[in-house]
């Protein structure tokens, strides 16, 4: 898993309160039948994969102009709102189990493209090729992801204007997925490099799904561990998570080869309540995504809804050509994640710590611990950042399906459906109760990891007003970015 | 293996292969052979693409690809037989233009950007056929400007 070696919650997930869940394969045996075929995943791959290969095509022989080209409209309006604003809060990490970056990979790796191969490959019941390399140890976390994510939101003004810089990235990233594979074993792009990945792996954590043991005594007892060994019915878990020891979402990319290759049908999906169930950090690189995110949220919205023509030009750098410019937004952008943002946070976790007298709990534990308060909130303020985008440039959706490439054909007869923005006025309507449904979270998960680090309530009052405060300012800060 | 998963290994692997290989194909069947289709049999096709950046239109493929490494070529004049039925394929590759040809009152229409736009005419009047963007459109706006040579069907050069 990514943070194996990150250093440890004092708060095993376990302590915490476990809220209800619901099975849904008990519920529904048609679902768990359809995600033990051995089709299932590539079934729901191929579709993904031909759109992907149509944008890439679109990006290089479509139109220029990012409203009239597919690749633009369909993957940074419609498919990041529906990855950002239902997928990962409704389906974890879905996204994962239909994603085709990995899909060459996968293929070279297994040399199969649906059946399995049992066999011999070290750690695992299946054979494999390629070289079947250990992933370095230092770089079995997640660092890699946030700063291949900030540096693709730092030239994100060309990534969702210019189709060729689009298509240029998800070709480097094909590329770079495939390589890994022949050389690295199992999903090592996903679990480390993926910048796509990285964030899901924190946001899925709000997640109403998990993929679980349905009793973890039955893994502990089983013998062949075949859900992350593999087995002749199903491959090694490709994202190396075993299923005994798993309690939070991060590194499970929901593709059930478990499902398929546990002896003892021990494993379930289950609905939960959204943002109440993974709410412990366990590593430095995981609050650093959360930083960065959030921060993120807040620079987007600035630049994309805000009223700072300077800004917006700074940018902009491939219309305004203010190299300067854009050095001093991506410089300030950097620092505000990696640096002032967790600085702050910081600062409330030592004032927490003295405020609640907790001596106890190390300033790193309780760094930490209380750091899921930034993962709901910055998941709220991304979809309501993203909720305007789609309401105020969703009408090329249906004009850009009738004529993807700009070529003039009308497949659907909407090829000159006009842009029309959707109810604009009501946009900060929209956002506001979705911001402030972010602050309820973050407060209610740091009350919760809270009641199971201080049992004295006054203490544990004590400890949450500093970053409470802390929350409470981001909101604000929002707040006056979306309703002025 | 079973004989039935190994069917369905190949199965998967030609579906495969028939993407990669098919779409592209589909494409271009739909530009070289579908599209030609549409118009009436002998109809003359000109594609032309105006971009701001220089003022030009030009008859090359403004895609994706070139776009933003090479300068378009400004189309030179366009030779036409009179009688000859024009199909007209106009884009913009960066912002709102339009497309007029005065002598024969057609237009103007307004080409925005990323679109297609359709116009046709027949070349039944021999001589010079001034074009231009009708809207100032760019600071080259002024050079937004091509003709088409109609030369006259009893052989005569009507210019």
Redo the contacts between chains.
């Keep these: 898993m990514a943070t194996a070696n990150a250093s440890r919650a004092t708060v095993p997930v376990d302590l915490l309160e476990r809220p209800w869940r619901f099975d849904v394969f008990a519920r529904w045996p048609v679902l768990k039948q359809l995600v033990r075929l051995r089709s299932f995943q590539f079934l729901v791959i191929l579709p993904n994969l031909f759109m992907f290969y149509f944008f890439l095509i679109a990006a290089v022989y479509g139109t220029p102009v990012g409203n009239r080209n597919i690749i633009i409209v369909f993957v940074w309006i419609l498919w990041w709102f529906l990855l950002i604003a239902l997928l990962v809060p409704l389906a974890s990490r879905v996204w994962c189990t239909i994603c085709p970056l990995p899909f060459f990979g996968d293929w070279v790796q297994r040399r199969a493209v649906i059946r399995v191969r049992p066999g011999k490959s070290p750690g695992t019941e299946n054979q494999f090729f390629g070289l079947h390399k250990r992933w370095p140890k230092r770089l079995s976390n997640i660092w890699l992801q946030n700063f291949g994510f900030l540096l693709l939101a730092t030239f994100s003004a060309l990534l969702v204007t210019r189709p060729i810089v689009s298509a240029v990235v998800f070709g480097i990233l094909f590329a770079v997925a495939t390589g890994l594979a022949l050389v690295y074993r199992l999903r090592t792009f996903c679990n480390y490099v993926c910048p796509i990945s990285g964030f899901l792996s924190l946001y899925s954590m709000t997640s109403a799904i998990e993929l679980r043991s349905v009793d973890k005594n039955e893994c502990l007892k089983c013998k062949s561990k075949a859900c992350i060994r593999g087995s002749e019915k199903g491959w090694a878990c490709p994202w190396n998570v075993y299923m005994g020891k798993l309690d939070r979402n991060n590194y499970c990319g929901l593709c059930f080869e478990c499902v398929k290759s546990c002896p003892n049908d021990n494993i379930s999906l289950f609905v939960r309540p959204f943002a109440t169930s993974d709410v412990a950090m366990r590593g430095y690189d995981e609050v650093w995504k959360a930083s960065i995110m959030l921060v993120l949220a807040f620079t987007y919205s600035i630049v994309l809804l805000g009223p700072w023509g300077r800004l917006k030009d700074w940018a902009n750098v491939s219309e305004a050509r203010n190299w300067g410019g854009f050095a001093m937004f991506g410089g300030g952008q950097a620092l505000l994640a990696l640096v002032i943002f967790p600085a702050l946070y910081y600062v409330s976790i030592r004032l927490a710590k003295w405020y609640g007298r907790a001596d106890a709990v190390s300033t790193r534990d309780l760094f930490l611990q209380y750091a899921y308060m930034l993962v709901p909130m910055g998941l709220l303020a991304w979809i309501a950042f993203s909720v305007p985008l789609l309401m105020v440039n969703g009408s090329y959706i249906i004009s850009v399906a009738s004529d993807p490439m700009g070529w003039g054909m009308n497949l659907f007869g909407t090829a000159e459906f006009p842009w029309r923005p959707l109810w604009p006025e009501w946009v900060p309507f929209v956002q506001v109760p979705i911001l402030l449904t972010g602050f309820y979270y973050g407060v209610r998960s740091i009350n919760k990891v809270g009641t199971a680090l201080f049992p004295d309530r006054d203490q544990r009052f004590r400890t949450l007003v500093p970053p409470t405060a802390l929350l409470l300012g981001v909101t604000l800060v929002f707040l006056r970015l979306f309703i002025g | 293996?079973p004989e039935a998963?190994?069917r369905?290994?190949a199965a998967?692997?030609v579906?495969?292969i028939v993407?990669?290989v098919g779409?592209?194909l589909l494409?271009w069947w739909?530009?070289a052979v579908a599209?030609p289709h549409r118009y009436p049999t002998g109809s003359t096709i000109i594609a032309l693409t105006a971009v701001a950046d220089g003022g030009v239109w030009t008859q090359e493929e403004?895609?994706?690809?070139n776009?933003?490494r090479t300068a378009p070529t400004r189309t030179g004049d366009i030779p036409l037989a009179q009688g000859n039925h024009v199909v007209l394929?106009l884009?913009?590759?960066?912002l709102l233009h339009s497309f007029a040809i005065p002598i024969l009152r057609l237009g103007p229409v307004e080409v925005p950007?990323?679109?297609?736009v359709?116009m046709q005419f027949d070349a039944n009047r021999a001589g010079v056929l001034t074009f231009l963007c009708w809207q100032v459109c760019s600071p080259e706006h002024g050079s937004l400007r091509g003709r088409f040579l109609v030369k006259a069907a009893d052989g005569d050069a009507a210019w």
Excluded: F, K, N, Q
């Design positions: 293996m998963m190994r369905t290994e998967g692997v579906a495969v993407m990669l779409l592209p494409l739909w530009r599209l403004v895609i994706g690809l776009y933003w394929r884009r913009s590759a960066d950007a990323g679109h297609t359709e």
